[in-house]
């Protein structure tokens, strides 16, 4: 049983301002698995006063001092590997295979990451007779989500503390545990205190209070559009910078060429991966009409090879993240049903032999049109919609036809022809042929957000540019 029931600020575990506790259940038992309290406006307060009186040195710190801490840090998540694992596994229902893999994986590699960023990166640039200055931002408000909640962690927190900046963390109160196991890793690494602060929370509560207050420079927050216009709005009265990771509906545009049966299962099982539940999941896969039906027979038989099952064992997949996740998907199948898609695998209802824990069938609906509610809206679930496209012309159109843009794929073996498909989309990533990289920036178009993390561009995100003119060399 975890029990996480203090907040770690200026360096200790401290009680909450008010005693307010929350149960955290497993997904794949729907049994309380621990508690955490529920912070308050006055916490982040508190929080905010350590940040800020740290702040003070932090910002003059060299680059010796944070390559050391970094590496402490990377030193002291090896060591807490498998607890990592355990807690992502058993709050949010990832087979452990991807918990101790991709999971903890990605919190490795944006730290190595940023020490490499870190070695060379230049804080001081002389353009003619002005000498331009990266200075760190202040104090960075980061509120990040439980899908994949290690590297959201990560990719916001490593950067900030590599640039100079200190910080408060408000991660998901439905999976919090792998963050308070973080918080320890940091402690024990010896970062200074008051430099990173982690508060419980919900986000009336807590994401409120940081998005609003009036000494935090920055917030980055990663979850849905409909939260981060609510906090983009919070925070408009103090003027702060605001960094939006948001929500997607990414198209995979699939080549017809004699690769097509091997780019159509491939899409189809990345679609599954994490229960469905990742922001550029590849949701909306595209093919010719001429092979739709290929199309259906290659992805019905690859999404039932994808089996769901105990997180503790070999499954592909486990359960989704809360019964509140499992019944908006299973709405939005009934949904695809009711408006005429052809449900080619899954369905409703959850797999037999899963009765108990938020256990989804991988679903795949074909013959969609992009005006169905399953092809406009973000389903986070293990559900893949196939639609068909007359030419390429036609295909980009369609894939564009979205709110959002975040992420976009391109299957195919042209490659100079996926590469002038990928300058026409509208999304912030276009992986070909699953292209993948820890240094690409990351971040959307259009309500998928603002800004970006990964890489040199999320050093970048925490930095303000001071001109000082009349300095020659």
Known sequence: MYEYTKFYIDGEWIDPAKANTMPVENPATEETIGHISLGSAADVDKAVAAARRAFESWQFSSRAERLDLLKAIGAGIEKRREDLAKAVSEEMGAPMSL?????????????????????????ERQDGNTLHLFEPVGLVGMITPWNWPLN????????ALATGN????????????????FAEIMHEAG???GVFNLINGDGPGVGTAIS?????????FTGSTRAGIAIASNAAPTVKRVAQELGGKSPNIVLDDSAFAKSVAKGTVGMMGNSGQTCTAPSRMFVPHARMEEAKAVAKEAAEGVI?????????IGP?????????????????????ATLVAGGPGKPEGLETGHYVKPTVFADVTNDMTIAREEIFGPVLCILGYEDLDDAVRIANDTEYGL???????DMDQAKAIARRIRAGRVAINGGYDMMAAFGGYKKSGNGREWGKFGFDEFLEVKAVMGAPA
């Open 308 to 316: 769901p099952g105990d997180p503790k064992g070999n499954a592909a």
């Open 320 to 340: 989704v993240v809360s019964k509140t996740q499992w019944d908006k998907i299973q709405g939005l199948i009934e949904k695809g049903i009711e408006e005429g």
């Open 212 to 220: 609003g207050h009036e000494d935090i420079d920055m917030v980055s």
């Open 407 to 413: 992420a976009s794929a391109v299957s195919g073996e």
């Open 166 to 181: 200190t910080m408060i963390l408000k991660p998901s109160e439905i999976a919090p545990f792998n963050a308070a196991i």
């Open 152 to 159: 959201q962690i990560a990719c916001k927190v490593f950067p």
């Open 191 to 193: 970062v200074p205190k």
């Open 99 to 123: 918990a101790s893999g991709p999971h903890v994986g990605l919190l490795g590699g944006h730290l190595q990451t940023a020490i490499k960023i870190l070695e060379d990166f230049q804080f």
